[in-house]
């Protein structure tokens, strides 16, 4: 059975800093797109940041300004997003996701809450 168990989720202060993890188990997606999604209460999920089995990552728009950071360890079939200087609309559930070969998301955590207070 394939699952994705996102962690490092919780509460901290604008201008902090969290890491996400993502581990996943029952098959091995080092060959995989794997992305992080977040979705804010009453909003649809919207794309971060994706990173190709090569290392190779890509961001949304909205995340180009570095304040996050996606990387993988394919050996712990892991994948992180490392998020700096949060700001309140930061709070949001984010949730990580494996692409099939063909480019879609097919499989996803349960989400990770990050809250952030100002």
């Known amino acids: 059975q394939v699952q994705l168990v996102e962690s490092g989720g919780g509460l901290v202060q604008a201008g902090g800093s969290l890491r996400l993890s993502c581990a996943a188990s029952?098959?091995?997606?080092?060959?995989?797109?794997m992305g992080w999604f977040r979705q804010a209460p009453g909003k649809e999920r919207k794309f971060v940041a994706a990173?190709?089995?090569?290392?190779?990552?890509?961001y949304s728009v909205d995340f180009k300004k570095g304040r996050f950071t996606i990387s993988r360890d394919n050996a712990k079939n892991t994948v992180y997003l490392q998020m700096n200087s949060l700001k309140p609309d930061d709070t949001a559930v984010y949730y990580c996701a494996a692409a099939t070969t063909g480019g879609q998301y097919a499989y996803w955590g349960q989400g990770t809450q990050v809250t952030v207070s100002s």
């Open positions: 990173i190709r089995w090569s290392g190779t990552s890509t």
């Open positions: 029952g098959r091995t997606f080092s060959r995989n797109t």
